[in-house]
């Protein structure tokens, strides 16, 4: 595959912060690096409260060391992406990986001596914090992208935090109720379903948020998120969300990504789901799902199992539903012969700690 937007400048970043270049030419850099999307990324699956993430589900946009999770209070760790720290605002998305009912959201992230550190808070049933393993990424973007709408995200606390549009258009916000709000990501985009979507709670507090609608007209798409307390009682709370059409979760167009929207979690299949835009692969497999049990689904990305990687999910259903995976996905392949990716399972279950079948959203992206 070619350079991305913003390859040399992010290898000048990294080069200048290995070299010890001096604050000029780490400013220049960074300050170059407005331009691109993304300007920074990078993904990890902590499956310890201290110590290096997992060894083979980490990667950052450029050469970094291995980054590490530290734990400041029950369930909340700081996840240390070593070289990404150089641009402010961006987005945090995280999935709980455990089996029984619990969810991770993010508190908080911040560039700082060249590292992004990013805040993640897991909850248990009825809100008590604890460790659980979880998968997590950040990205932040700036410039646009020819074409129609592909990625968009926002993050969201009383007002717009930070918020990116591959169009350079403006995504709005309005609230509609206490824990409901209305998103408009404004751009062109295809008359059926079409993309990806991820919702995650931003709070101290223990928050789910899900997608609790999605339609779109030709120059808009329109999400609804909704966020519940541990109850399932409407709450305010701040949030990201992520768009994505054809591009990967952090913005990249790695050879290796997909994403895929159960729509049928009844149907014991495998099923594809359709429309296509919906069931997105890079390298033109079909993604399928399998009813694996009350709540649980297998979901398969064919063809593009290469490590490192990562998955995240998010509920989609007007009512308080926590998904989440039970167990880490197994990868077939490797960059020389990419196999599937196998997630058995995804979780979905009621605040009360029961499984039931919910929709859900999945992505999946490696770094290749």
Not at 53 to 81: K, L, M, Q, Y
Request: proline share 8%; net charge positive; hydrophobic share 40%.
């Amino acid at each position: 595959m070619g350079s991305r937007p913003g390859t040399f400048v992010r290898k000048l970043v990294a080069s200048a912060t290995a070299a010890g270049l001096g604050l000029g030419l780490a400013a220049a850099a960074a300050t170059a690096a407005q331009a691109a999307v993304p300007n920074a990324w990078a993904f990890a699956y902590v499956r310890n409260p201290a110590g290096p993430v997992d060894a083979t589900h980490w990667a950052e946009s450029v050469a970094s060391p291995t980054p590490t999770a530290a734990s400041i209070g029950p369930g909340i760790e700081v996840v240390r992406f070593r070289n990404i720290g150089i641009v402010k605002g961006g987005v945090v998305h995280a999935t709980a990986v455990t089996g029984r009912l619990a969810w991770c959201q993010a508190q908080g992230w911040r560039p700082r001596a060249g590292s992004e550190y990013v805040t993640v808070r897991c909850f248990r049933k009825g809100g008590v914090p604890g460790f659980v393993p979880f998968t997590v990424t950040f990205s932040q973007s700036s410039g646009k992208l020819p074409g129609g709408l592909s990625y968009a995200y926002v993050h969201y606390s009383t007002a717009i935090v930070s918020s990116f549009n591959s169009k350079g258009l403006a995504n709005t916000v309005t609230p509609v109720g206490l824990g409901s709000w209305l998103v408009r990501l404004h751009g062109p985009g295809p008359a059926s379903p079409a993309g990806g979507i991820q919702v995650t709670a931003v709070n101290t507090k223990p928050r789910i948020c899900d997608l609790a609608g999605w339609s779109r007209t030709p120059a808009q798409q329109i999400i609804k998120v909704k966020c519940y307390n541990p109850a399932g009682g409407p709450a305010a709370t701040g949030w990201t969300l992520t768009y994505q059409r054809g591009r990967a979760i952090t913005g990249t167009r790695p050879h290796f990504f997909g994403y895929t929207f159960n729509t049928k979690p009844l149907l014991a299949g495998p099923y594809a789901p359709t429309p296509a835009g919906i069931n997105f692969n890079s390298v033109g497999a079909v993604n399928t799902i399998q009813r694996a049990g009350l709540g649980e689904s297998l979901v398969r990305f064919r063809r593009v199992g290469v490590l490192p990687n990562t998955v995240l999910v998010t509920a989609a259903t007007p009512v308080a539903r926590v998904c989440n995976l039970n167990t880490g996905w197994a990868t077939t392949g490797s960059a020389a012969s990419p196999g599937d990716v196998i997630v058995r399972d995804v979780v979905c279950y009621k605040v009360t700690g029961a499984m039931t079948p919910v929709q859900s959203m999945v992505t999946y992206s490696s770094k290749h």
